[in-house]
């Protein structure tokens, strides 16, 4: 019985009909998709006899949102699948291939997720400066581990377990360490080079410029991307220079030669994932218009909205007009600007203003903020990461894609806020909601 269900599922077609389409690059003149299975089998055309209709009017269809930026758990995906953020990037976690062999297992309400495996970084350097000193758990974490599945209550504990990260001290270990996450399944790599002021950490150890080169060239021999935490003007520029694909932040700082940082980042075909939801919280600003939407509020827990009613405050002297500027300045020379979050897999009360899912949604009306147009805000939550991550099976509302859709009330190519009004998300050909 179960493998009939399972054939009349790939076999159901459903139609959303009479909706405006956000295709992923811009609004499109088709006013219809259809779905059969797992896949967009159309985009307009003749509607087919005996399909489920599903009626867009006053509505608009969007492909999946991407969060190319996330550190996540069982919890963290499926919180992003209810604000219809279908894939998330884990830049520094356990959902490589074969983590998301053994976790995911059976999983199927959660959101799709791709992984860099273990960072790169030196021995008591970034993110060390952010877990909890020695082996206690704080108060507030076990309070969490009586609420969960036993899934997602190793994903916590695994946040906490840092003091197994392997060691990199030498260009040898470097190369082994990209040797050890490619096994293990990485789909890039990354790298951290941060050495602590703008984390109200300064004098974190980085490693050498000579380590941090080798290991670039490494994970390329493997044709993997690399992307590096930067949140300052001088370590973008070394990341640069290192041969990196893409910027995991956007620096801070604003120094006179931005101009030149801006035009050495076009120059290199590095994309630049800018978080600024990140940026805005590590000023002192905390998330709480998002958090207090009745969009969001009904659907996170109390513990994540009150996350998002705090901050990272820990270079209160910085300001985001400078980040607006900058990113701007990327924009402007051509340079792909991803929508990525930074949050943490868990709500832990120092990572405040971020929450999974919701903070994609808060990233798109920063960027709008800063000078994008709606239209381009959300390119940079399709298209753009899944073409810069060779993710060629979704980022768009196309024949043939996978499909991961969100259908909003509204029209958020001209109201970007209208991306929170979600009525229905389909993941991989499956309505989650609606």
């Known amino acids: ?59 608009t269809l969007m492909p999946g949102l991407i969060d190319a930026h996330v550190h ?36 199927d309400d959660v959101a799709d997720v791709r992984s860099a495996g273990t960072a790169i970084t030196a021995p008591g350097g970034h993110p060390d400066e952010l877990l909890p000193d020695g082996d206690e758990i704080p108060e507030f974490v076990l309070r969490e581990l009586e609420k969960l599945s036993e899934e997602d209550r190793e994903a916590m504990l695994a946040a906490y377990a840092h003091d197994e990260i392997p060691q990199v001290t030498t260009v040898e270990e470097a ?15 990354k790298i951290m080079i941060e050495e602590g002021t703008v984390m109200g950490a300064p004098g974190l150890p980085v490693l050498s410029d000579e380590i941090l080169k080798t ?28 041969g990196v694909n893409g910027l995991g932040h956007l620096f801070i700082d604003r120094p006179e030669y931005t101009s030149e940082l801006v035009k050495s980042i076009a120059d290199s075909g590095a994309f630049v994932t800018p978080c600024l939801v990140l940026n805005s919280s590590i000023v002192g600003k905390p998330a709480s218009e998002l958090a207090n939407d009745p969009r969001v509020h ?4 109390s513990d994540w909205i ?37 949050v943490a897999p868990v709500p ?24 994008f147009t709606p239209i381009e805000a959300l390119q940079s939550a399709t298209s753009k990461p899944a073409r810069c991550f060779g993710l060629h099976d979704r980022g768009r509302i196309t024949e043939g894609a996978r499909a991961d859709l969100i259908l909003v009330n509204g029209n958020p190519t001209t109201n970007i806020s209208d991306t929170l009004s979600i009525t229905s998300v389909w993941f991989n050909g499956s309505q989650q909601l609606g």
Do not use: C, W
């Open 348 to 371: 832990v009360p120092n990572l405040g203003g971020l929450a999974h899912g919701a903070s994609v949604h808060h990233e798109m009306q920063l960027l709008v903020k800063a000078g």
């Open 72 to 107: 996540t758990s069982i919890g963290g995906l499926r919180d992003a699948l209810k604000f219809g953020v279908t894939t998330e990037l884990e830049m520094n976690g356990d959902f490589t291939k074969r983590g998301r062999e053994i976790q995911l297992k059976n999983v």
């Open 1 to 59: 019985m179960e493998k009939i269900n399972q054939n009349a599922a790939l076999e159901q077609v459903t139609v959303i009909t009479n909706v405006r389409i956000f295709d992923g690059e811009q609004v499109i003149a088709s006013r219809h998709v259809v779905i059969k299975g797992e896949s967009i089998i159309a985009v307009g055309g003749d509607l087919p006899a005996d399909a489920t209709i599903i009626d867009g009017e006053n509505a």
């Open 215 to 242: 290991a670039v060239t490494e994970a390329h021999k493997f044709d993997k991307l690399v992307i590096a935490h930067v949140l300052t003007a001088f370590s973008s520029q070394a990341a640069i220079d290192f």
């Open 306 to 342: 009150g996350i998002l009613n705090s901050s990272f405050n820990t270079f209160p002297q910085g300001n985001m007009e400078n980040s607006f500027k900058n990113v701007m300045d990327l924009h402007r020379a051509g340079v792909d600007i991803l929508v990525g979050t930074d």
């Open 175 to 189: 190369i082994k360490h990209v040797h050890t996450q490619v096994e293990n399944g990485a789909d890039y790599i």
């Open 298 to 301: 009904s659907k996170l827990s």
